[in-house]
């Protein structure tokens, strides 16, 4: 099937086989609080907490406040009125008068658009918490921090120890970073472009029909060059947000089969072709055999696709959850990546945490980022709360009970 796009782009789909039942599993996890406002596309790649030698994030983190390093919980304005600077000199001035920020290090006049993407995302956390929080001293513009993190606070030995770093080796080269988020979903939907100039691109089937057509608006649109900096840095957030629906899916299944059998004519198919629909007897099962089960559905005739809103994040999305990072005092336990997700070499809370399938079923409702740790999990919930994003039941549930920042209106 071939559906145009655009003026210049062709979607090519494989054909879906038969279908008796259709369903979208849509993130529940994102439903805007009022849907008539507006929200801006956002960023949603995560910046990595550096630990050494196994303290806690919150212990780094009053270790940093009684170095000076961070402030204390103190109250700027309730409400900041946020105005985009023209110059340098005027950002660094905005910082220090409304947010008490001490330096900005790194910035030159051509970073005018970076330094002002940081402070409205600051401006935007401080009144979303009515003025009453923890905020960075020092902002640097940093080559130190890894590939793919777009900011995040440096706690490793040296010049930038301790201050909120946001990494110049992507924004320096934002096209060159969208390029290798576009290759590396490649296995899900990959772009090519024809003899006639006409871009075109061939989608994974369990992929969303009307997502996709979207999706690849932004991508032709992005081609042509028309993008500002900050509508590169939203399609940018629009790859990562494909990245983490696609991750949840693998890797916890058992959110899709919740999904799919709460709809009544799902659940009854399931039940006449004899599929497995006790959720209780399901929860136990592994990873591997959830999957045949959704296997067993779609071989049946079910069939169903992964919804991904391209707009269901803020652009300020990375800012919000190391904000998060920092108002959250509670000691936590590495995350799954700082092992390289070997889980011989975790430790007893992590182990714990992972091992626990409600724990991996609730973070991934907010994003799949959220079940490397609970120190994640938190950050992540703090990022959505701050965008104002209404939350299921149960992840708010969790978030008091691993006792989370608590946020006005949550």
């Not at 979607?11 to 039942?21: C, D, E, H, R, T």
């Not at 259709?22 to 507006?38: G, I, L, M, R």
């Amino acid at each position: 099937m071939i559906d145009a796009i655009g003026k210049n782009v062709n979607l090519y789909a494989y054909k879906p086989q038969q279908s008796k039942v259709n369903f979208t599993a849509q993130p529940d996890e994102f439903v805007k609080q009022d849907d008539n406002k507006e929200e801006k596309k956002g960023l949603s790649k995560k910046a990595k907490w550096g630990i050494a030698g196994g303290i806690g994030v919150g212990a780094l983190i009053a270790f940093y406040i009684a170095k000076g390093k961070f402030t204390e919980a103190k109250k700027l304005a309730e409400n900041i009125d946020f105005k985009p600077a023209q110059t340098i000199e005027e950002a660094i001035e905005f910082g220090k008068k409304h947010l008490g920020i001490r330096s900005y290090t790194g910035f030159e006049a051509k970073d005018i658009e970076v330094i002002n993407w940081v402070n409205e995302g600051l401006v935007n956390t401080s009144n979303k918490m009515k003025g009453s929080l923890r905020m960075p001293k020092d902002i640097v513009y940093t080559d130190q921090l890894g590939e793919n993190t777009l900011a995040g606070v440096v706690t490793e030995k040296g010049k930038y120890e301790g201050w909120f770093g946001v990494n110049k080796k992507i924004f320096d080269n934002i096209d060159k970073s969208i390029e290798k988020s576009i290759d590396n979903l490649e296995d899900v939907i990959k772009f090519v472009k024809k003899d006639n100039g006409k871009w075109a691109f061939i989608k994974h089937p369990i992929i969303a029909e009307d997502d996709a057509q979207e999706f690849a608006k932004q991508f032709v649109k992005y081609k042509e060059g028309s993008f500002t900096f900050k509508q590169k840095l939203d399609f940018y957030a629009s790859l990562d947000v494909l990245h983490n629906r696609i991750n949840s899916y693998n890797e916890v299944p058992f959110n899709t089969i919740k999904q799919l059998l709460k709809q009544e004519n799902v659940k009854k198919f399931c039940e006449d072709n004899n599929i497995l629909t006790d959720l209780e007897k399901i929860k136990l099962l592994s990873k591997e055999e959830q999957h045949k089960i959704i296997q067993s559905m779609i071989n049946n005739g079910v069939e169903f696709k992964i919804g991904f809103d391209i707009k269901s994040l803020s652009a300020f999305d990375t800012i919000y959850h190391e904000m998060g990072h920092i108002q959250d005092m509670t000691p936590r336990c590495l995350t799954t990546d700082k092992y390289k997700f070997d889980y011989s070499k975790y430790s007893d809370e992590l182990k714990a945490w992972v091992d626990n399938q409600e724990n991996m079923q609730i973070a991934n409702r907010v994003s799949e980022y959220a079940s490397h740790g609970p120190g994640e999990f938190i950050a992540e919930t703090f990022a959505r709360m701050i965008q104002g994003n209404k939350l299921p039941d149960e992840v708010l549930a969790l978030y008091k009970k691993l006792k989370g920042p608590a946020v006005p209106g949550y």
